[in-house]
């Protein structure tokens, strides 16, 4: 069982940056694939960014690559998004999600993902 607690989020103006957080429970978080998705309001949600739990891989959506970073602390046990150069249609609920032995091609679908947290707002005014 593993348990996801995210933190973070807030209000920011466009061009702002955030790091958002994800604390995970569990003697085993090393081993799964972790994973950020967003939903806007009337939208399906939507993959963001994952981290494998093995070789530390990333892998970005079109829409975020080069303003958002995936990272995770071992010692921690946690996973992190930071933002930049946010945009208003970044704004959105943000959900960390974790998966065990995924493989990259399966990362963007949240069905695939077994443990969600609870997520935290990210709002950005124009």
């Known amino acids: 069982q593993v348990q996801l607690v995210e933190s973070g989020g807030g209000l920011v103006q466009t061009g702002g940056s955030l790091r958002l957080s994800c604390a995970a429970s569990?003697?085993?978080?090393?081993?799964?694939?972790m994973a950020w998705f967003r939903q806007a309001p009337g939208k399906e949600r939507e993959f963001v960014a994952a981290?494998?739990?093995?070789?530390?891989?990333?892998y970005y959506t079109d829409s975020v690559k080069g303003r958002f970073t995936i990272s995770r602390d071992m010692a921690k046990n946690t996973v992190y998004l930071q933002l930049y150069s946010l945009k208003p249609e970044d704004t959105a609920v943000y959900y960390c999600a974790a998966a065990y032995g995924l493989g990259d091609a399966l990362w963007p679908e949240a069905r695939n993902y077994r443990y969600w947290g609870q997520g935290t707002q990210v709002t950005v005014s124009s």
């Open positions: 569990g003697p085993t978080f090393r081993m799964y694939d």
């Open positions: 981290i494998s739990g093995t070789d530390l891989n990333t």
